[in-house]
């Protein structure tokens, strides 16, 4: 193994630790400040690094978008506005059980990247990664229901949480989809640009559901309680995992990249066992399923591309 590829094996690490502490970090955060302006105080703080950054090693004419502002709206808004909103708002609701939801969510991301890829360039998904996403499915299922179905009717949210956190990580399978459409442009580039235009999008939601009386301006206390969530999510899961992620994937490639999205839901758990929270027999099942299901159809993929040579 090279000291290269070694390198982007460690990259590819640092991205998927970040993001499987996020959900148990958030945990506590989401008790004190509600997830929208959560979300315009992390991505306006990470677009503003960008920001900096970007303009330091490319100049000002990186920030032209040559005729591609709806894409870069779109893209921008599904990333840093659908995501946050959406995920953290379906942790929000799920409770105690929402950070293991939502990493179990963010390990299927690769199978939703199938379906995303079918609806929007045509790449019709094949019959191995179509059981893969069941079997993920009923791994899923196991995690939410903690082997008691009835829970998803029984009115506790549990369906509605459910169904945000999935809908979130879409939102991230479209913005990671929409990359592929700027080839000429810098990794650097692409953030920050969706980045301005998402938190854009952010400020203008913001603005409406105040004015209506929908949602309060956080008090200075507040702020300052979810401080340390904060400086974690701006950093370590915002400018370093993005960077980690996009820069380890260049060098291992991105089959050999997704397999450590499997990492998320497994350092969630970790976590969310040291603080305590206690894991069910079903949770643990469901989360290998999923995994199995994942690393099943990564092999798949990895036999065909061989053959097709």
């Known amino acids: 193994m090279s000291k290269k590829y070694f390198s982007g094996l460690i990259l590819c690490l640092i991205a998927v630790f970040s993001w499987g502490g996020m959900f148990?970090?958030?945990?506590?955060?989401?008790?004190i400040m509600d997830p929208f302006y959560f979300t315009l105080f992390r991505y306006g703080s990470v677009a503003i690094i960008f920001?900096?950054?970007?303009?330091?090693?490319?100049?000002?004419?990186?920030?032209?978008?040559?005729?591609?502002?709806?894409r870069l709206w779109i893209f921008g808004t599904s990333a840093f506005a659908g995501f946050s909103f959406l995920v953290f708002l379906g942790q929000q609701i799920a409770g105690s059980s929402g950070a293991i939801i939502a990493s179990i969510m963010m390990a299927i991301q690769p199978l939703l990247g199938v379906l995303v890829g079918w609806a929007y360039r045509?790449?019709?998904?094949?019959?191995?990664s179509v059981i893969a996403m069941?079997?993920?499915?009923?791994?899923?299922?196991?995690?939410v229901t903690k082997g008691h179905p009835a829970t998803l009717l029984a009115g506790q949210n549990t369906i509605w949480a459910v169904i945000l956190i999935l809908l979130g990580a879409l939102c991230w399978v479209i913005y990671t989809a929409g990359g592929a459409d700027f080839p000429k442009w810098s990794i650097l580039r692409y953030s920050t640009?969706?980045?301005?235009?998402?938190?854009?999008?952010?400020?203008v939601l913001?603005?409406?559901?105040?004015?209506?009386?929908w949602l309060k301006v956080p008090t200075v206390s507040a702020i300052t309680g979810v401080s340390g969530a904060l400086i974690y999510m701006i950093t370590f899961a915002g400018v370093i995992a993005v960077f980690a992620w996009n820069m380890g994937n260049r060098i291992v490639g991105s089959i050999n990249g997704i397999l450590f999205m499997n990492l998320v839901p497994i350092t969630s758990f970790v976590i969310s066992i040291i603080n305590g929270y206690k894991v069910s027999a079903f949770e643990l099942a469901g989360c290998l399923i999923t995994i199995c299901a994942l690393v099943g159809n990564n092999i798949y993929n990895r036999v065909m591309v061989i053959d097709d040579f």
């Open 24 to 31: 148990p970090i958030m945990a506590p955060a989401l008790k």
């Open 51 to 70: 920001t900096i950054i970007l303009l330091i090693t490319e100049g000002p004419k990186a920030f032209k978008a040559e005729g591609q502002s709806l």
């Open 122 to 128: 045509g790449v019709k998904p094949t019959i191995a």
């Open 134 to 143: 069941i079997i993920a499915a009923l791994g899923v299922f196991m995690v």
């Open 193 to 203: 640009l969706t980045s301005i235009y998402g938190v854009g999008s952010v400020i």
């Open 206 to 213: 913001l603005f409406i559901a105040t004015t209506f009386g």
